[in-house]
């Protein structure tokens, strides 16, 4: 493993207005230099958190995907962030963890926000996905997904974890800033790995305010990198191996984890 470069947007959204959203975000990015590995963008960052699916929605070959491959290949980096995916008449609020080469994967979100009739609108993922880079294991996931431990469990065996970080992308609003940021933590704390949480900032155009307080939390449970609320920012965190795997060695509460399985 090698140290690990972070980089979180956290950004206000424009509601409903695409190509001025990727214009945004493109202008903020343009300045940074190569040093970063990782782009982490708010969830469905070129749209706002909106259930208008047949208007927005894009097959992996439309504006968004593309965007997201031209600024791959720019920074020389991964970049992340979801948008709404269309197959037939099915959607999916999916992430996509698009390479500087072009080539992707992706994770269509879990947990549907049913207080903001997402589950009336998108179709539930399936599957979580476990994504290699520079030697660590990382698992990318979606807002509300943060409330549901049993799937963001982390499991140890043969001496190897499942995975060494977990990012959160989210739309998440600022009435509930304060959940936000103890289950970050907790997530850091009880699967012995990094989070990243990034979130947006601004009011969306169903009158939803977001605070952002996006952040990254050590194993430990303490803040390694964070925002000033309301306020449009990037930032790098750099993601120390030894102070993860020492960590580890020192307090593997992972030996004495349950075993369970989803059904």
Known sequence: ???????????????????????????????????QDIVVLPEMFATG???NVKKFAEDMNGTVPEWMRKIAATLNCVITGSFI??????FYNRLVWMRPDGSYETYDKKHLFRFGNEHNFFTAGTDK??????????????CYDLRFPAWAKNTYANDRFL????????????????HWEILLKARAVENLCYVVGVNRVGRDGRGTSHSGNSMIISPKGK???????????????????DQLIQYRKKFNVALDWDNFLLQ
């Open 1 to 35: 493993m090698q140290d690990l470069r972070i980089t979180m947007v956290q950004s206000d959204i424009a509601w409903e207005q695409t190509l001025k959203n990727l214009d945004n975000f493109g202008r903020k990015l343009e300045p940074m230099n190569k040093a």
């Open 49 to 51: 958190f909106t259930m």
């Open 85 to 90: 995916y269309r197959n037939d008449d099915v």
């Open 129 to 142: 996905i476990i994504i290699e880079l520079k030697g660590w294991n990382i698992c990318p996931m979606i």
């Open 163 to 178: 995975y060494d970080v977990l990012i959160y992308i989210a739309n998440w609003p600022e009435a509930r800033k304060h």
């Open 223 to 241: 803040m390694m990198g964070s925002f000033e609320e309301n306020n449009e920012a990037i930032t790098t965190v750099l993601l120390d191996t």
